[in-house]
C-alpha cells in the first residue's frame, strides 16, 4: 500500500521556471561568437535535463576544443541573457507554492546562485527555505540519486512520501533511483516534451487542478 504524499521535490529549469530556452539558446550563442562548429540538428528538446558540459559535448562538431575556455565564456553569456530576460514561472504554480500544506523543495542541477536568483525575483524563496539542493560540486548530478535523497532528507521525509515533479529523462531517471513514491513529467502541455523519451511516465502537462495526482 502506498504512503501518504507528504512533500514535493521540484526540478527548477523547466518545471518551475520557464527558462529551459534560454540555457540553450545562450549556448549557441556562445558557440557562435567563438567561432566554434556545431550541429545545428540539435534541438532544445532533445537536451532536455543534461549539464552543460555534456550539452556542449553533444553541440560541437570540431574534434579539438578548449571546454574550460567555452565554459567560462558560458557563463558570461547566461549572466547577461537572465539579466535581459528573467525567466517566468509557470501559470498557477505560484498559487500552488503560496498555498500548500505539502513540504516542497528543490532538486536541480542548476547552480544554488540561479535559482536564488529567480526565486527571489518572483518572491518565492521564503516558500523554500533551505531545502533547494543544487546537483553541482560535491552531490553528484542526475542521474545519479543523491540529489533526490538529499533533498528528502532536508524536508524530514523519507524519499518514499514524497513526489517528484520533472522534465527530463535524466531527472526522472535519478527519482526512480532513490526510490520517490512518483514522479511526474511536466511537459508544459507537451512543448517540453522531446520526441524520443526513455521514462513513460504520468504527464503533468501544466499546473491547473495538478493537485488530483496527489
Not at 34 to 46: A, C, L, T
Not at 72 to 97: G, V
Not at 191 to 204: A, E, G, M, Q, V
Request: proline fraction near 3%; aromatic fraction near 10%.
Amino acid at each position: 500500500m502506498s504512503k501518504e504524499i507528504k512533500g514535493i521535490l521540484f526540478d527548477f529549469d523547466g518545471v518551475i521556471a520557464e527558462s529551459e530556452q534560454i540555457w540553450f539558446g545562450t549556448a549557441l550563442v556562445t558557440l557562435k561568437k567563438m567561432g566554434i562548429k556545431y550541429d545545428r540538428s540539435i534541438k532544445q528538446k532533445s537536451t532536455i535535463g543534461i549539464i552543460s558540459e555534456h550539452l556542449f559535448e553533444r553541440l560541437i562538431l570540431e574534434e579539438s576544443y578548449n571546454l574550460t575556455l567555452i565554459m567560462r565564456n558560458y557563463r558570461k553569456e547566461l549572466k547577461i541573457a537572465f539579466d535581459q530576460q528573467s525567466p517566468k514561472i509557470y501559470p498557477y504554480l505560484k498559487k500552488f507554492i503560496r498555498s500548500t500544506n505539502l513540504k516542497i523543495g528543490i532538486v536541480s542541477n542548476a547552480h544554488q546562485n540561479h535559482i536564488l536568483k529567480v526565486l527571489r525575483k518572483n518572491n518565492l524563496l521564503q516558500y523554500f527555505k533551505r531545502n533547494i539542493t543544487s546537483c553541482t560540486g560535491k552531490i553528484p548530478y542526475k542521474p545519479f540519486k543523491d540529489g533526490y535523497l538529499i533533498g528528502s532528507k532536508k524536508l524530514g521525509l523519507k524519499a518514499n512520501q514524497v513526489l517528484v515533479i520533472e522534465d527530463s529523462d535524466v531527472g526522472i531517471e535519478a527519482a526512480l533511483k532513490a526510490k520517490v513514491q512518483k514522479v511526474l513529467r511536466h511537459t508544459n502541455h507537451d512543448k517540453n516534451l522531446p520526441k524520443k523519451i526513455k521514462y513513460r511516465i504520468p504527464k503533468l502537462m501544466g499546473y491547473k487542478g495538478f493537485e488530483k495526482f496527489f
